[in-house]
């Protein structure tokens, strides 16, 4: 079930909501368990067992953690097997078959495994659970109802943010409910939903029209690189409103998942920036247990193309994935080293720097395959025999000028403050919202199936 789908907007939530909201405060977790996996059974009915059992894994070995200390790293050790050997099998044995067979010649048939939608952002929740209980950071859950509830609620449960059991635990146990604070959240629902709708399906449909197009030239892949960047900060960052404003109106405060990245200075600025809870996740189960920058200059380096190798492979089984992953993590490396103190001193260089690294790197992560990676970038600079500019370009370029001008304004805090500055638009919010909501509606009723990008992750 997509959040950007009428039967999500006006039939689940609204039932949701109602019975929620009816229910006694010592059952509201049970109701929003028995909703997230209604919500997960409708397009995956059998995986929900799936789901279930990484869940009963991680619930079994918190309270062996706690209750059998003596042997509390075999526990921990146990339960992270189980919980990434599930990620591993489900999301990568393929491709692990299909390089094996490159390599030897053989033909080891592959096993054609569905991918759980969801699966590396709820492995990932339940894998720092059971190493915060192993730390002692938190005690481990005794109620299974609520560590599930956790792991399955349905508004992180596709796409994140990962949120950590240590920033919910509290709230797991008692939230606040507030008109304050749900009408906080349904304005931060109807803001993601629009950034969904409005911008990142239209510019996803640029990007497919440049795939599909015979008559491509330089121009036309600079538009595709820049829509596609557009297109998946709108997409995954209107999926994480949609996400935070949700889990307001059900009384939690998730974290922040993007702070304007693209206003960014330097690759090291703009991953404080993007995806912020999965390079948190990264740096505090990863990077820092293994030295971080507290070793000697080689092992440092060392763990931060470790640390990029993991971040790429967990996008997707596939080598474009690891070769963008690796990409950051030799341009981190660079700017660590030469050039981080000559970025700081010139603004305008230092951001268009980062605009056009970050530009080839999400050629990259779109490409079909490593071959067509090159094969952009290096149209991209006039390679092969495409025409500088041609009249499809021009068309295509008119026709949505206007959202990829409106896009990178939004992708600025630009609107913010013009929002946040006149008081009488604070007054008219409620009707833009309606407005908001109804728009996307139409677009709903009128428009094809388009997910969210990070579904596939």
Known sequence: ????????????LPCVLLLYFITPKKLKNLTLLLTSLVFYAWGEPRLVILMLITVSIGYGFGLLTEFVPRV??????????????????????????????????????????????????????????????????????????????????????IAGPIVRYSDVVAQLKERTHSFDKIALGIRRFILGLSKKILIANVLG??????????????????????????????????????????????????????????????????????????????????????????????????????????TGFWHGAAWNFIVWGLYFAVLLLIEKVFILKFLNKSKVLSHIYLLFFVMISFVIFNAASMGEAFEYIGAMFGAGDNPLISAETLYYLRSYIVVIVIAAIGATPLPKKLVSAPKFLQYAEPVVLLGLLAVCTAYLVDGSFNPFLYFRF
Request: a neutral charge; glycine letters at 6%; proline letters at 4%.
């Open 1 to 12: 079930m997509l959040f950007s789908g009428i039967p999500f907007l006006y039939y689940f």
């Open 72 to 157: 509390k790293r075999l526990w921990l050790i146990l339960a992270l097997v189980f919980e990434l050997g599930f990620l591993v099998y489900f999301k990568y044995v393929d491709f692990f078959i299909t390089n094996f067979n490159a390599v030897t010649g053989l033909s080891v048939p592959l096993l054609q495994v569905a991918l759980p939608i969801g699966i590396s952002f709820y492995t990932f929740q339940i894998v720092s659970y059971n190493i915060d209980v192993y730390r002692g950071d938190v005690p481990a859950q005794r109620n299974p109802i609520d560590l599930a509830a956790y792991i399955a609620l349905f508004p992180q449960l």
């Open 205 to 310: 449909e640029l990007c497919d029209t440049f795939k599909a197009s015979d008559d491509k030239s330089v121009l036309f892949y600079w538009i595709y690189a820049i829509a596609f960047c557009l297109h998946v900060y709108f997409d995954f960052s209107g999926y994480s409103d949609m996400a935070i404003g949700l889990g307001k109106i059900f009384g939690f405060d998730f974290m922040e998942n993007f702070n304007y990245p693209f206003i960014s200075k330097s690759a090291t600025e703009f991953w404080r920036r993007w995806h912020m809870s999965l390079g948190s996740w990264f740096r505090d189960y990863v990077y820092i247990p293994m030295g971080g920058s507290r070793v000697n200059k080689g092992r440092m380096f060392l763990n931060i193309l470790v640390v990029w190798l993991l």
